[in-house]
Antibody, heavy 122, light 107 residues
Framework: EVQVVESGGGLVQAGRSLRLSCAAS????????MSWVRQAPGKGLEWVGL??????????EYAASVQGRFSISIDDSNTIAYLQINSLKTEDTAIYYC?????????????WGQGTVVTVSS | DIQMTQSPSSVSASVGDRVTLTCRAS??????LAWYQQKPGKAPKLLIY???YLQSGVPSRYSGSGSGTEFTLTISNLQPEDFATYYC?????????FGGGTRVEIK
């Protein structure tokens, strides 16, 4: 069964760093691209960044709003994806979702985790 | 960057109604569009991809159409479990973008 499970969220002071994890089961991130999406309290969905699968170079792209502070990587087993967040800002407060790209063409996401909550205090 | 605009921001409807939601792109995106449903406290769920392809397991009362800059999601015979917020999403070489969402409420 395919699942993605996020973890690592919590209450953090502004300016600090945090690393979120996304554990995959039933597939590997080496074979599937993935993305991080966040949702601020009471707001809509905001794309944060993506990681292409290894056959497509394993490269990353980020939203302009987080470029330079956010970084996506995967572990050597290709079963955990990370979102490194540096220089946290209060506006980074959100639920962070990890999502797997569908196997066919187009950047659409068929499996999502339950999300991990990040709260940034001033 | 391409901007996605959804309308209306909310709609009230009754069980059994037919509801049509709209998503407009700021430039031609061909058929590179998906629709998601999100219920409170839950992750988004993929309904439609490539503008009109029904994701596996999604009821056939959901349908998507459109191309270029204007797209619609239609829910026929609205069911109690369909009351939720719906988002459109586009992806391009420069990244992904979600619309602001349309909340479907019980009348």
């Amino acid at each position: 069964e395919v699942q993605v499970v996020e973890s690592g969220g919590g209450l953090v002071q502004a300016g600090r760093s945090l690393r979120l994890s996304c554990a995959a089961s039933g597939f590997t991130f080496g074979d599937f691209a993935m993305s991080w999406v966040r949702q601020a309290p009471g707001k809509g969905l905001e794309w944060v960044g993506l990681l292409r699968s290894k056959p497509y170079g394993g490269t990353t792209e980020y939203a302009a709003s987080v470029q330079g502070r956010f970084s996506i990587s995967i572990d050597d087993s290709n079963t955990i994806a990370y979102l490194q967040i540096n220089s946290l800002k209060t506006e980074d407060t959100a639920i962070y979702y990890c999502a797997r790209k569908i196997s066919t063409g187009g950047w659409y996401f068929d499996y999502w985790g339950q999300g991990t909550v990040v709260t940034v205090s001033s | 960057d391409i901007q996605m605009t959804q309308s209306p921001s909310s709609v009230s409807a009754s069980v059994g109604d037919r509801v049509t939601l709209t998503c407009r792109a700021s430039q031609d995106i061909s058929r590179w569009l998906a629709w998601y449903q999100q219920k409170p406290g839950k992750a988004p769920k993929l309904l439609i991809y490539a503008a009109s392809y029904l994701q596996s397991g999604v009821p056939s009362r959901y349908s998507g159409s459109g191309s270029g800059t204007e797209f619609t999601l239609t829910i026929s015979n609205l069911q109690p479990e369909d009351f939720a917020t719906y988002y459109c999403q586009h992806a391009s070489s420069s990244g992904l973008a979600f619309g602001g969402g349309t909340r479907v409420e019980i009348k």
